[in-house]
């Protein structure tokens, strides 16, 4: 049954029953056959006139309900757990009815139906998800309210009802909207605003319904109320918030506003009344609203922080130079493009100053608006420099009054019309183009060289052609054809975005665009790629560092040449013959720049089609002039050798005669254009203005050295950098070339003629080249691992120069001065000097005379007014600091007493003493009484014994005044006055006079201190019954001092007596005596007065007085010192001086989020699977952060913890100590409250810090708003949450956490990516929007929706996540930060020092990234965690400290780097995100900035936490993902680049410092299997045997020589160097050698051996074959065990293969030279190698947690049958069978090219190569050296093979119904195959050493035939064929598994094993008293 529903038709004038309504829609189902197509927006639908009301003007109930009966519910409905469809447009009336129900039911009501009728008019069908769920329920509300809300009704009509709430709330905003604000104020208004604007709306409804007239107010008042704004309030309810009062936000929003002059303004302003300069580019180019919105706040705000900066003088106007200073940043890039493209820039400027500054706000605008609306297209920044263009031509036309020549009339832009327009006709097309060409990706799996990218796509624009797109842009332009496969001829007409990224998209109107189409026949032709095609080979290493390597391979040539001369002079070099011998090196040369110019053709074939005649023109010619110099060279060498002209020098010179030869002039002429590199290397400044100049000279000649592209040109150092590190390769180079030729080629040249000399006819197998001579085959195993070592031992010395460099910089800047708490204490009083040079702001420069009067000002009074002027700041920031300690639970509350500094206006003590926090003035007073005490000799001499310690002397100092503060409050009467201040002039008065010692009995001292202690006990206590004991105490204490203390007697207490004697005669005798002193009642006043500084200084006095030697190692925790000291460090380090808050640059943090971990849940903290919970674990590692913090919530059992703790306190502690995302948000907020806090210290003279600094954090206080408002101007935090949304749809628990987060911090926004569906006709079926939120009201408020044009993930997920939030970001920086971070206070306090790097250029041009320190705190327990936070602890220090100077090659390699935002969001972001070549997306941000003349600076005196994985399995993930994307950016254009146009010494450290480390990791695993190989072919082809056995080679030492360097590289000792020269730096060198030692016995090298196996397999693998990927670690904090099937698994083709592989080779190695060689030399030779391959194979099981635990061994071998035995298929994943695993793991090769499947094949080979060495070695071969010997062998390898098939077949058909006869058919085989090994045995003399053998042999070829197997598998899939390979394949890996798990189970019967595994995995835990044993036991006893 269908109805046609309309809802204003419900009600009219008959009463209508609700109950009837939802009966109707019941029947219908919510269904509506025929919507109606009304005109109205459907989102606004509820506002029709034709409305019909659904209010009531009686009071009498509409029918019975059917809930007449019930009770009323009051529960509020679900307001956030809303359809996507509908949750935008009708949250807002479902949150404010929950807010207002208690107190106006029948309101709630209203907005309950109304926002019912909003959803029903979006989806009249219900076709949404959850949307008829969602009525339903809504509906069921609405029945059970509505008799309820009437009888409560207060009015006797709804409408009068409404208008009654709404005017409470609106005369409430009237009456608070204009007066002081405060954060309270500030928060009630927003509620306030924020449900009168829903009661607008509602009240707008119900009047036009009922047909009553309209409201007195219009549309213009209803701005008053509340508009969701960001930072800005900008609407007229915002007007007097704090912000909109400061003078810069005033000016900003004034000259936005400025539209006088504008065009078309007329017209516009009928529309939108009060509009401003983006409203008017928004009419004019179709923008979004929402982008109108959010760059408008964008661009106030950069205008309102540039003001304050440039004007000195407060103009009451915008400062010109802040505008200027925006264009210079906006379109510097802009014209440096038109510039290249000899394009005339479009941004035209008035001569007319005041109008000037409008046309430049409105293209800063202009620019800003395409850049906010761009999506994908931000990735492209020269496509938006194309965009630009045009747009501004249009808004220069319409400005300047142009007429159209076509038309005729006033110029408009093109896309101006229509809704939207912008993104619909200008980035809809340009996204299609880029998701078609991404989606050819598919994940990796096709060639890089089949697909456009972003860059080939953005690098079109390089070009002039293209401006062929014309505007508006032509859709049948080659650009936007992205099918290169159809080649069909079309007629050429306009092509519109056909297809949206998942289906149609809106199909464009032809007509609207460029008019009629053409009808001209044309062939749509694919563009390919653009400028570089990444080609998977390994010769683009040697393209992309040509220099570099053919530097090497000429230096190589050359020292072999000259160490084959023996010269024995170095001045015969220069002889003719040797150096004309030497330089046939530049022949090798030619050869090489032909090969480089051959491969560069080929390599960018593809790209043919985008480049320019002139580059194909360049390429021929170069490939012609190497061909030239290639036949020249040799020519002249062949012919003019040993032909010289000689020239005679003068008699006695060293030179001799000079001669050359024909050769050496052809030479000379060669390198001419050598000769002109290196004069542009010497004078950087020329080669810099060459390359950047468009003057034809120099067009010409930059051509002819590079092609002319837009990036890469002018990267020149400056020439003092060009020096520098210059002198650094110069050294290292040096070095290297002395030992390699020293070490590596000489001691090689005598054993290589020895051996060329001998003649071996007699080899041990079958010959297959008997025609070579000389022993080429020795030669070549001799060399290949020395010249392998060659190559890559510029690692090994990069690492050693590295340290000593890194070294030596590190103790310039001042690393390490603070190291201890001894060394903190001998500085913490110089803190506060160095905090006023750098942390506060220099003092105003107003003063004329102030540079005099600091010149002439004696230096103690500066010191003084310094001192007096910082130190109250600074006690003020170290007690926040320390605060902040204790939040975060890093200290208890007494420790928090030792280290505060008393904050009070006596801070500075006459003495002009400090007092110091207690921590550092620890027995000081006990040392100083015991020296007093046992003290011989004069006062002065005491009281300088007391003063060599300055604290000392300070506390004895503190402890006499406080005394007498104390006493002189204490003691009230006026006799006991009388009496102790009588005592105490006494003792002053022999300190005066220097007799104090003659006076005084010291060893009196210690009593009188335990009576002191009493004393200040009890009034600390401050009982009312302890009365008594204070009167006694001080009875006491006098009586001590006047009897004991006084050594003549106290004067005071003489005359007392005999003024008491004196009374006593007169007194009569019945008169009641006097009570005695301080006993009457008003003697004393006790208690002290409740005052907090009086308590606070008795207190701290108490401290002084008791406070031993424990308090010296405060604080106690380790975690806490180490950030003190490193802040208290840092301070003594060169910064900038801090600017003022107001000054200072603004910037943004950005955090990236996807699916990780927010918060621990309540069930996380308290259980677990492996039966330890998160909440057990995490009090055992932070045994000392648990117990402050149960102190911290007053427990003091913990056994009743469960009843007193918040749980939500739980939640957050062990958040806090976690990998989550709070933790990063909690960090990132002490930027904000350091900043508040540091305003403050600006805002306030000293007397109003200490009366009001506690006043920062209340919100009711209004200096905390205005605090809070110009922080909101400096600094904000976007956390990128892209699954946000589909979260709060879903219920995600995670979804109410970031909620959480947002209400905790009111400063935070989330930025999240919006998918729902269509209902548009015409429309794509889903829209995704990019929306930021922020929490209002407990809510998350929506405050900008930007619609996208497709799904924003293209390319790879994190810089496509941090793409679509970056243009919510504010500031002139930005700061990336990951959400494994973490932040501290004290570091936060430098952040304004640090962003003053930006404007302090210390170069041509200021940084624009700026790299810090991070500490890895993930290191405390895990051993592994330590090796990672030690390793990662030396790169982001000594390793990036030498990177940024003097290399100048540091790029950006993660977070936490501050990025110039401005430079960055004009070039690209701050990231690259083309699929799979950009997998390591962060390192392409520094390498793009690079190459686009930005720099990258690096300071250490700032830094930020982070965590890293614990675990070898996470570890090793983390390593592949580094090692894929590696190899990676070995195939990219821009390490192409940086390759091609660095200088050679600045090309050397980009190789060395980012893929060459890998390569070089690949070179020595590849050297080590080269070696083996060569021995193996020297050993069983009988060479090396004949060799000794002739005594005329003697190779060992140099062979040694060779390995002792690779033994190096394995055991990872040099390249762990930089790490050990960083931690002595600061630890300590001490120290750092425990370290280093310790980290050895904990099997250190063993798992950086194992990791080097990681890096080398999958960066060869991946450069091979391709198949990078993202690899999600966890980011666990829980180290627990692993399965042996999840190691193997993650370990088998990357380590357990290769070792077995190397294990066989040494065995085999060493069967066969056991006959003549020792054990020792080869013991000597392969230690390294044994130690690598057991290292592979064992070390996943030695890092395993309980690895050795016979349990668990069990539990695994249970779990290995049964995974290695389930069959796979589809939808089985990996981890549950072997088969799903196995097909996974040779995926790679299914997709790969053919000359990677021919390496593969190549490779493969080596093993039937090992089985040819082998088999003539059998007995059984009898010395037959006969080819058939070989193919007898696989013969017998395929009746092997065969009788395994046959076993398999009859299993599959015989095992089930023929048990018995299978059973049968087995015997009978193995009897065969037993009685055919003892006939040969018998016969043919087979051994048991041939069985080995044969073992030996067919083992790894059965191997090297699994692989060929799946190399063809696409040839033989279909076949029988593979179905065995899958079961051979299977056999192998159960083999593999059963002969690793074998020696785990018998290691786990020795419970010592077990033991010795968990004290080195976990030693910092054992070293830290941890209960490690708990934890890997799982018990549950001591769970949380």
Request: charged fraction near 20%; glycine fraction near 6%; charge should be neutral.
């Amino acid at each position: 049954m269908h109805i046609h529903l309309r809802f204003h038709d419900i009600y009219f004038s008959a009463p209508c029953s609700l109950t009837l309504l939802l009966l109707t829609l019941k029947m219908s189902e919510i269904i509506a056959v025929d919507p109606i197509n009304d005109d109205r927006n459907q989102a606004s639908s509820s506002t029709s006139t034709s409305r019909r009301g659904y209010t009531r003007d009686d009071s009498r109930p509409f029918t019975r309900s059917l809930t007449m009966g019930r009770d009323h519910v009051t529960e509020p409905f679900d307001s956030e757990k809303l359809p996507v469809t509908l949750v935008s447009e009708i949250q807002r009336f479902l949150r404010v009815a929950n807010l207002i129900e208690v107190d106006e039911p029948r309101v709630a009501y209203l907005c309950r139906f109304h926002a019912f009728e909003v959803a029903h008019n979006l989806d009249r069908n219900s076709s949404g998800r959850g949307v008829r769920q969602f009525k339903t329920s809504l509906l069921q509300r609405l029945e059970q309210d509505e008799e309820v809300t009437i009888r409560k009704r207060k009015d006797k009509s709804d409408l009068r009802e409404l208008r009654r709430v709404y005017r409470q709330y609106k005369d409430y905003i009237i009456k608070h909207g204009a007066g002081e604000y405060t954060l309270e104020i500030r928060e009630k208004l927003q509620k306030a605003r924020a449900i009168a604007s829903v009661l607008f709306e509602v009240l707008s409804t119900v009047t036009s319904a009922a047909g009553t007239q309209a409201l007195a107010e219009t549309d213009h008042s209803r701005s008053e109320f509340y508009v969701p704004y960001n930072i800005l309030p900008l609407d007229q309810g915002g007007a007097h918030q704090p912000i909109r009062q400061l003078p810069e936000i005033k000016y900003a929003i004034a000259a936005v506003r400025n539209v006088h002059g504008l065009p078309f303004l007329d017209e516009f302003q009928r529309r939108m009344p009060d509009m401003d300069m983006l409203d008017w580019l928004q009419f004019c180019f179709s923008f979004q609203n929402g982008n109108i919105a959010n760059q408008r706040e964008h661009l106030i705000l950069l205008l309102a922080n540039a003001h304050v900066r440039h004007s000195h003088k407060q103009a009451p106007k915008l400062g010109e130079g802040a505008v200027d200073e925006l264009m210079k940043k906006f379109f510097k890039n802009y014209t440096e493009w038109c510039k290249f493209l000899n394009r005339k820039s479009n941004i035209r400027l008035p001569y007319l100053k005041q109008q000037a500054q409008q046309y430049k706000l409105l293209y800063v605008a202009l620019y800003c608006l395409i850049w906010g609306e761009a999506a994908n297209l931000r990735f492209m920044p020269e496509c938006l420099c194309y965009l630009f263009h045009h747009m501004a031509s249009e808004l220069h036309g319409m400005l300047s009054g142009a007429v159209s020549i076509e038309t005729g009339e006033l110029v408009k832009p093109v896309y101006g019309e229509g809704h939207e327009s912008f993104l619909r006709h200008v980035v809809s097309p340009i996204y299609t183009v880029i998701w078609e060409e991404a989606m050819k990706n598919r994940n990796g799996m096709t060639d890089h060289s089949t697909w456009r990218n972003y860059d080939d796509l953005n690098e079109f624009f390089w070009s002039p052609d293209c401006f062929e797109i014309g505007w508006p842009m032509r859709l049948d332009h080659d650009f936007f054809y992205t099918n290169p496969s159809n080649s069909r001829k079309k007629k050429k007409k306009l092509r519109t975005p056909d297809k949206t990224p998942e289906e149609e998209r809106i199909n464009i109107d032809e007509d609207e665009e460029m008019g009629e189409p053409v009808e001209e026949v044309k062939e749509p032709q694919w563009l390919g790629k653009t400028n570089f095609v990444e080609i998977r080979s390994l010769w683009q290493i040697f393209r992309s560092f040509d220099r570099m390597w053919s530097f090497l391979i000429l230096s190589l040539q050359a020292m072999i040449i000259v160490a084959s001369h023996d010269l024995e002079s170095p001045l015969e070099f220069f002889e003719a013959s040797v150096l004309e011998d030497v330089m046939s090196i530049f022949i090798t040369s030619a050869v090489l720049k032909f090969i480089h110019a051959i491969l560069d053709v080929v390599f960018t074939w593809k790209a043919r089609c985008t480049m320019d005649h002139n580059r194909h023109r360049k390429d021929l010619l170069k490939i012609l002039g190497a061909m030239i110099w290639t036949i020249i060279l040799p020519i002249y060498y062949s012919t003019s050798r040993k032909k010289y002209t000689c020239f005679s020098t003068q008699e006695g010179s060293w030179l001799g005669d000079w001669c050359y030869s024909s050769y050496m002039v052809a030479v000379a002429f060669y390198l001419i254009t050598n000769g002109v590199n290196m004069v542009l290397f010497l004078v950087p400044a020329v080669g810099r203005y060459i390359e950047t100049s468009n003057t034809r000279i120099c067009t010409v000649f930059s051509w002819l050295a590079q092609p002319r592209l837009y990036i890469g040109r002018g990267m020149q150092e400056s020439q003092v950098s060009v020096l520098k590190y210059t002198f650094f390769w110069m050294l290292l180079l040096l070095s290297k070339f002395t030992f390699s030729y020293t070490f590596e080629i000489k001691p090689l040249i005598q054993p290589t003629r020895q051996i060329m000399r001998i003649g071996v006819k007699n080899y041990d197998w079958h010959e297959l080249f008997p025609k070579v001579k000389s022993n080429a085959g020795a030669i070549a195993a001799i060399w290949s691992p020395i010249i392998l070592v060659y190559f890559m031992d510029i690692q090994i010395w990069y690492s050693v120069y590295c340290s000593a460099f890194g070294g030596v910089f590190g103790i310039l800047h001042h690393l390490g001065e603070i190291r201890t708490q001894g060394m903190l204490r001998s500085k913490f009083d110089n803190l506060h000097l160095a905090f006023n040079d750098w942390l506060l702001p220099p003092p105003a420069k107003d003063n004329k005379d102030g540079i005099r009067m600091w010149l002439c000002q004696p230096g103690f009074l500066k010191g003084l007014e310094k001192k007096k002027g910082g130190v109250l700041k600074f006690a003020l920031v170290w007690n926040q600091i320390i605060s902040s300690f204790r939040e975060e639970d890093l200290i208890s509350n007494r420790e928090m007493d030792l280290m505060k500094i008393p904050l009070s206006s006596e801070l500075l003590n006459e003495n002009n003493n400090v007092r110091w926090p207690v921590f550092l003035l620890a027995n000081k007073f006990s040392t100083a009484l015991s020296i007093a005490r046992d003290f011989v000799g004069t006062y002065s001499s005491l009281l300088k014994k007391i003063k060599r310690d300055k604290y000392m002397h300070m506390v004895v100092v503190e402890c006499y005044e406080s005394l007498k503060e104390i006493l002189d409050i204490l003691v009230v009467g006026d006799m006991e006055r009388r009496v102790v201040f009588g005592v105490i002039d006494e003792i002053e008065e022999s300190i005066g006079k220097r007799s104090l010692l003659e006076d005084l009995r010291m060893s009196e001292l210690p009593t009188l201190l335990a009576l002191c202690t009493k004393l200040i006990k009890l009034l600390v206590e401050g009982e009312e019954d302890h009365r008594y004991r204070v009167v006694k105490t001080l009875q006491d204490i006098l009586e001590l001092v006047t009897n004991d203390l006084f050594i003549n007697g106290s004067r005071t207490m003489e005359l007392f007596k005999q003024e008491q004697q004196q009374e006593g005669v007169r007194t009569e005798f019945f008169d009641p005596p006097d009570p005695e002193l301080f006993a009457s009642l008003h003697a004393i006043h006790f208690p002290l007065p409740d005052s907090g500084p009086l308590m606070a200084k008795v207190k701290r006095f108490r401290l002084l007085l008791t406070v031993k030697d424990t308090a010296m190692y405060i604080p106690s925790n380790l975690e806490a010192r180490r950030r003190i000291s490193f802040f208290a460090t840092s301070l003594f380090m060169n910064m900038p001086r801090a600017p003022k808050v107001r000054n200072m640059l603004s910037f943004s943090v950005l955090t990236p989020y996807f699916m990780e971990q927010v918060k621990f849940s309540s069930r996380e903290l308290h259980s677990s699977k492996e039966g330890v919970s998160i909440g057990f674990y995490m009090q055992k590692i932070f045994p000392d952060e648990w117990e402050n913090f149960l102190e911290r919530m007053g427990i003091e059992n913990e056994d009743d913890m469960s009843e007193d703790v918040n749980e939500e306190e739980l939640r957050d502690w062990a958040s806090f100590r976690g990998q989550t995302l709070s933790r990063t948000v909690r960090g990132m907020m002490y930027y904000r409250k350091a900043l508040k806090l540091q305003a403050f210290l600006e805002m306030s003279e000293h007397e109003d810090i200490l009366q009001s600094y506690e006043a920062i954090d209340r919100a009711n206080d209004t200096l905390s708003a205005q605090l809070d408002a110009l922080v909101d101007v400096k600094f904000s935090h976007v956390v990128s949450c892209q699954m946000f949304g589909a979260q709060k749809a879903s219920g995600d628990p995670q979804a109410q956490d970031i909620l959480e987060l947002l209400i905790r911090h009111p400063s935070l926004r989330v930025a999240y990516v919006e998918e729902k569906e269509n209902f548009e006709v015409d429309g794509p079926p889903k829209v995704y929007s990019s929306i930021l939120v922020k929490a209002v009201n407990g809510f998350d408020q929506e405050i900008y929706r930007i619609k996208l044009p497709g799904p924003p993930n293209i390319g790879e997920g994190k810089p496509e996540n941090q793409n679509h939030a970056i243009i919510f970001t504010r500031g002139e920086a930005l700061q990336a930060i990951d959400m494994n971070q973490d932040n501290y206070l004290e570091e936060a306090l430098k952040m304004r020092n640090l962003l003053q790097e930006f404007l302090r250029p210390q170069r041509r041009s200021p940084p624009t990234i700026i790299g810090m320190r991070e500490h890895i705190f993930t290191g405390s327990v895990s051993s592994l965690g330590w090796f990672m936070s030690y390793q990662e602890t030396s790169f982001v220090t000594i390793g990036q400290r030498l990177l940024a100077n003097p290399l100048r090659v540091r790029f950006h390699y993660g977070h936490p780097d501050l990025f110039d935002r401005i430079f960055h969001l004009t070039r690209g972001g701050i990231s690259k995100a083309s699929k799979t070549i950009n997998l390591s997306e962060d390192v392409f941000a520094g390498f793009n900035t690079t190459l686009r003349r930005g720099h990258v600076t690096y300071h250490e005196y700032m830094q930020v936490g982070k965590g890293r994985d614990v675990g070898l399995n996470q570890i090793s993930k983390f390593e592949a993902k580094v090692a894929n994307g590696n190899s990676e950016q070995t195939l990219s254009r821009d390490i192409y680049h940086l390759g091609r146009r660095f200088d050679f010494f600045r090309m050397l450290s980009v190789y060395y410092t980012t893929v060459g480390f890998y390569f070089n990791s690949l070179i020595s695993v590849i050297g080590v299997y080269v070696f083996l190989y060569g021995q193996l072919y020297l050993v069983l082809s009988g060479l090396q045997r004949a060799l000794l056995f002739e005594a005329k080679v003697k190779n060992i030492k140099s062979l040694e020589t060779a390995l002792a360097s690779q033994s190096f590289i394995q055991l990872g000792l040099l390249t762990g160097l930089p790490m050990v020269i960083e931690l002595g730096l600061e630890r300590g060198f001490l120290n750092a050698l425990k370290d280093f030692v310790l980290m050895q016995l904990q099997l250190a090298s063993v798992f950086f051996t194992f990791s080097y196996g990681t890096k080398a397999h999958y960066y060869g693998r991946t450069i091979l074959h391709g198949g990078a990927k993202y690899r999600p670690t966890g980011r666990k904090v829980v180290v627990f065990h692993s399965s042996f099937t999840e190691n193997y698994r993650l370990y088998s083709r990357s380590h357990f293969v290769k070792g077995f592989e190397l294990l066989i080779l040494l065995i085999v190695y060493d069967l066969f030279r056991r006959s003549y060689q020792s054990s020792m030399a080869y013991a000597l030779i392969t230690y390294a190698i044994w130690f690598m391959s057991l290292t592979w194979l064992f070390a996943p099981f030695l890092f395993n947690p309980s690895g050795f635990d016979w349990g668990k061994i069990v539990d695994d071998w249970k779990d290995w049958n049964k995974w290695i035995k389930q069959q796979g298929g589809i939808g089985i994943p990996q981890d549950k069978s072997w088969q799903s695993w196995w097909i996974e793991e040779q995926a790679h090769l299914l997709h790969c090219g053919i000359a990677s499947r021919l390496i593969e094949f190549i490779l493969s080979i080596r093993f039937f190569l090992y089985q040819y060495g082998l088999v003539y070695h059998l007995d059984i071969s009898g010395q037959n050296k006969n080819f058939v010997v070989y193919v007898l062998s696989w013969i017998v390898f395929v009746i092997i093979f065969l009788l395994l098939k046959v076993i398999n077949v009859g299993k599959k058909y015989l095992s089930a119904d023929h048990h018995l006869a299978f059973r049968l058919f087995k015997a009978f085989i193995f009897m065969g195959v037993v009685a055919t090994i003892v006939t040969l045995s018998l016969i043919c003399h087979l051994s048991m050493r041939d069985l080995i053998v044969c073992c030996l042999a067919f083992l790894p070829t059965g191997w090297g035939m699994i692989l060929v197997a799946q190399i063809v598998r696409p040839t033989i899939e279909g076949t029988g064929l593979w179905h065995f390979v899958r079961v051979f394949a299977r056999a192998y890996d159960y083999g593999m598994g059963v002969i690793l798990i074998a020696p785990l189970s018998v290691l786990a019967w020795l419970p010592i094993i077990s033991a010795f595994q968990t004290r080195f995995l976990f030693n910092e835990a054992f070293s830290r008293r941890l209960q490690i044993q708990h934890i890997l036991a799982g018990k549950k006893k001591h769970q949380s």
